[in-house]
């Protein structure tokens, strides 16, 4: 019997020491460390801290290790762990601009101050399965050099300069950001708590949505104007003492999508924005929010909410992966009350069903 | 590292006094879906967090603790939920309805019947009574505004056209207090008059949701009807096999591979309660009493 | 023409000024008119010429950009539109009126039984009868000539007449004053049109309903109301007696939509 009606506990306690067991697999295979999951799988580590909501690549690392590599059940123990930790307040936003670039590209200039950045990336790579990776070894040491002065303007500043592109949304002075993880979600929700629930969606949700947008459900001709990955100082403003001070820096990956906009009746045809960012390189994540970030904005635009990807209530409420992944999997809990009383009820229909057919003529008789 | 260290129950006390706002709206306002911050919890959604968070915001170190998932102490997921609290709040648990302050529930009602004081914690994963009727969460929030139910008769309605009777034998919707139609879980109709003028508070959490509401106590609570079709409540044929019990919930149990069933009271506690004190079905060694591999 | 019935010294419904603009482009301009009980006002015109959006503000779907709308409620006050609150207007909207639209699909719920499409407002307003529920919508059905044993079959499974006067039965049924109807014979047969509207004409001269009517088609405006009001391009350029304006037309451009030389 799968629920024990006596004796669970037991069972649940010998279930997880088999689970530990398993995870460790073969003992005469050395066990991963923290440190090798994080060098060496570093973009699963990424994508845990990011839909995680936690910068700290040691949990992350952590919690794929005991999540046996499943990246949703990692994503879910950061979750958890994150949402107990004390609130001390907010940073100042990050400013992107000053990123310490490793990667930077545009699809929509073919040179740009600064220029095209390639840095480490699988793009232009022969998809071969690598034999000579199996037996380890290491690579040829990267080429570098010199770190340039020139600055890197975001491609989108550029397109601003000449008013060609709507202006970035400027936060109202002194009013809150939203949290969706403190308050709870109400519909219309503002492009601030739509960027958070992205940020934390899905990856493949995300990546699915974008996608459909780009097969005609809520096309909204989308460019790559810029992605880049690199380091930001993070500061936080410190009442005490009246000053920001810095806490360190992070690594993100930042899109900005530049779209058509047709115009309207008060507004000049102009190009509108895309924003996807996320922790660590996560370019496919980022592209794929700032697809459905611009598909979302359909109303505010004046355009017709016809595809899923422009559907806010559709798109919020089921992007984030720990949500969805519990309810789906809470069917494996006992639902017998429920069914016995569904069982009781079909009983009774069939019988109904049978009596009503077994005597047709009395029926019509009675009609 | 960041080793983790955590609260009494588990969450920080700025959470907890969050959860306990949203429940006094709740029960200022009975029947009504208070929006609250649903946190993640250490266990995945959909299998009681928002229960687990309206437990862990009430608890106190005095409290006595009760969890039971389909009426029983010992299915799975309530001896999860009632080791967590044992863990991380430290309090007494019971599995006697009567000795318990607070009792954590998935799909039932206790049998016996609750007394004041007493705090009965649902777990909900769908709160809204409308849901399946409209998918809009800004529709049904309206509709509940303007006290707009006609969609919901229509689907009673539909039902006596279709098969003579309602048929909807769980998750069966109610009116609290006459005024906000509400989910009442997943539990079995038959458990619904036990809601109605309860002397215990009946707290109700969703978290995937992130929906908390309330019935105060002697509260009126009527489940929804025509009145040439009233609602009933569902009667089995048999007495509990174990205690005889003939006024309780039962499951069915499959006895062998050739389809051989017994019915036994769905609450354990009760029937346990009852053989203790000399009650007897037809049926004394069951499989109910053997220990099982999980 | 039809006899006016039921006409009341007490207008029902009054429009001043009403004007609805998108950016520049003027949708609507400076209608006014007023709708006593009982009287059926036809508003016609080529598409594009303002009559939907007139008539989304007169049932206050749509917040007009200037002017107002007001009805003479049950307790007979006359009220703006504007100033109602949700609750009120929504109230209205299941009892006091009725909306029949084009797509029967939109002012139907296609999976469930006609029985239950007509006794929606009836539940709504709190009737707790399903015998008398059922009886009443039977007898609705029978009134629109829908055969009372498809009573349980979902409108999906119906014609389009059958949709339309389906809809019509679900708005009547709580006997409102005031019907609003968007191209009501649309996207029917001819012979299924003529059908429909005869049965519309003897129910709103039986009822003493009001109905302001939008169609591209003078002949359901001929056979329906009362009055008639041309619109071009946002404005009203004639309005007059039915039989008076389609007969002896002042303006050329209604000649021209008599003689059918326009495009409808």
């Known amino acids: ?367 | 590292m960041n080793a983790p260290t955590y609260n009494f129950a588990y969450l920080d006390e700025q959470t907890k006094r969050m959860i306990r706002r949203a429940i006094l709206k709740a029960i200022a306002i009975p029947g009504y879906q208070v929006p609250f911050a649903s946190r993640e919890m250490p266990m995945p959604y959909g299998w009681g967090t928002g229960g687990v968070q309206v437990t862990a915001a009430i608890l106190g170190p005095k409290d006595v603790l009760k969890v039971i998932d389909q009426g029983s102490d010992d299915t799975t997921n309530a001896i999860s939920i009632r080791k967590f609290f044992a863990k991380t709040a430290g309090v007494e648990t019971t599995t006697s309805t009567d000795a318990a302050t607070v009792i954590q529930t998935r799909h039932r009602i206790p049998e016996a019947p609750l007394r004041a004081g007493q705090v009965l914690v649902y777990q909900v994963p769908i709160p809204e009574p409308l849901r399946f009727l409209e998918p809009r969460e800004t529709e049904t929030r309206r509709m509940h505004a303007l006290a707009e139910y006609g969609l919901m008769h229509v689907k009673l309605y539909e039902d006596i056209a279709r098969f003579g009777h309602i048929a909807t034998s769980y998750a069966y919707p109610v009116k609290v207090n006459a005024r906000y139609v509400m989910d009442p879980s997943p539990t079995p109709k038959f458990d619904n008059p036990k809601m109605d003028n309860c002397p215990a508070l009946q707290l109700f959490g969703a978290g995937r949701e992130k929906r908390i509401y309330a019935i105060p106590p002697y509260t009126p609570v009527v489940s929804l009807d025509f009145e040439d079709h009233p609602f009933t409540r569902y009667k089995f044929d048999a007495p509990c096999a174990l205690c005889g019990a003939e006024e309780s919930y039962l499951d069915e149990i499959v006895t062998d591979d050739k389809g051989s069933r017994m019915f036994v009271c769905s609450d354990t506690d009760y029937c346990e309660g009852r053989q203790a004190a000399g009650h007897r079905g037809v049926e004394s060694a069951a499989p109910h009493k053997e220990a099982a591999n999980g | 023409m039809v006899e006016v019935t039921g006409a009341s010294d007490q207008p029902l419904l009054v429009a001043e000024g009403l004007t609805k603009s998108y950016g520049r482009l003027a949708a609507c301009r400076d209608v006014s008119f007023v709708l006593y009980p009982g009287e059926v006002l036809a508003i016609v015109g080529e598409s594009g010429s303002g009559k939907s959006t007139l008539l989304q503000m007169l049932s206050a779907q749509l917040a007009p950009s200037g002017g107002r709308v007001s009805y003479r409620m049950r307790d007979g006050v006359l009220r703006d539109l504007a100033e109602l609150g949700e609750a009120e207007r929504r109230f209205l909207f299941r009892t006091d009126w009725g909306y029949v639209h084009q797509d029967p699909a939109q002012g139907l719920r296609m999976a469930v039984s006609a029985g239950a499409n007509v006794g929606e407002r009836l539940m709504a307003v709190g009737w707790n009868n399903y015998g008398r529920i059922r009886q009443t919508a039977s007898s609705w059905l029978e009134r629109v000539e829908i055969d009372v044993a498809r009573i349980d079959d979902a409108p999906r499974t119906y014609s389009g007449g059958m949709r339309q006067r389906l809809q019509i039965a679900r708005n009547l049924v709580t006997e409102p004053r005031l019907v609003f109807m968007d191209e009501p014979t649309g996207g029917l047969d001819v012979s299924v049109q003529a059908r429909l509207l005869d049965l519309m004409r003897s129910l709103v001269n039986e009822l003493g309903l009001a109905a302001i009517v939008v169609t591209h088609d003078l002949a359901v405006a001929r056979l329906l109301s009362h009055r008639v009001m041309v619109m071009k391009e946002g404005r009203v350029i004639e309005t007059g007696l039915t039989d008076q304006v389609l007969d002896d037309p002042r303006e050329p451009y209604t000649q021209l939509l008599v003689s059918s030389i326009l495009p409808a």
């Open chain 1, 1 to 367: 019997m799968y629920v024990a009606v006596m004796g669970g506990e037991r069972a649940i306690e010998n279930a997880h020491r088999l689970l530990a067991h398993e995870r460790r697999g073969d003992r005469s295979v050395p066990e991963l460390s923290l440190s090798q999951i994080s060098e060496q799988l570093g973009l699963a580590v990424d994508r845990v801290m990011s839909e995680g909501a936690l910068y700290d690549r040691e949990l992350a690392a952590l919690a794929i290790k005991q999540a046996r590599g499943d990246l949703i059940e990692a994503i879910f123990l950061v979750r958890a762990f994150r949402a107990t930790l004390p609130r001390f307040g907010a940073t100042e936003p990050v400013d992107t601009g000053a990123m310490r670039v490793q990667r930077r590209i545009s699809s929509t200039f073919k040179d740009i101050p600064g220029g095209q950045v390639l840095g480490p990336t699988f793009d232009y790579t022969h998809r071969l399965l690598d034999p000579g990776l199996a037996e380890g070894g290491n690579p040829a040491a990267p080429a570098l050099a010199a770190t340039s002065d020139v600055p890197m303007p975001r491609v989108t500043d550029i397109l601003r300069q000449d008013g060609l592109i709507e202006p970035s949304p400027v936060a109202e002075e002194d009013a809150p950001v939203g949290d969706l993880t403190r308050d709870p979600l109400s519909f219309p929700a503002g492009r601030d708590l739509r960027l958070q629930n992205l940020a934390r969606g899905d990856e493949g949700f995300l990546l699915a949505l974008g996608y459909s947008t780009q097969r005609g459900y809520g096309r909204n001709h989308p460019f790559a104007g810029e992605i880049r990955f690199g380091e930001v100082e993070v500061e936080f403003f410190a009442e005490e003492i009246g000053f920001a001070v810095p806490l360190g820096s992070i690594e993100l990956t930042e899109c900005q999508m530049v779209n058509q906009f047709k115009g309207s009746a008060t507004e000049p045809p102009c190009f509108t924005r895309g924003y996807g960012l996320a922790f660590g390189q996560s370019e496919r994540k980022t592209m794929s929010m700032a697809l459905v970030d611009r598909a979302l904005r359909a109303r505010e635009l004046g355009e017709d909410v016809v595809a899923p990807a422009q559907d806010e209530e559709f798109v919020m409420s089921h992007s984030d992966n720990v949500q969805a992944t519990g309810f789906v999997e809470h069917l494996k809990l006992p639902h017998y009350v429920d069914f016995q009383s569904e069982l009781g009820l079909l009983r009774k229909l069939r019988r109904e069903f049978a009596d009503a057919n077994a005597a047709p003529e009395m029926k019509e008789a009675a009609e």
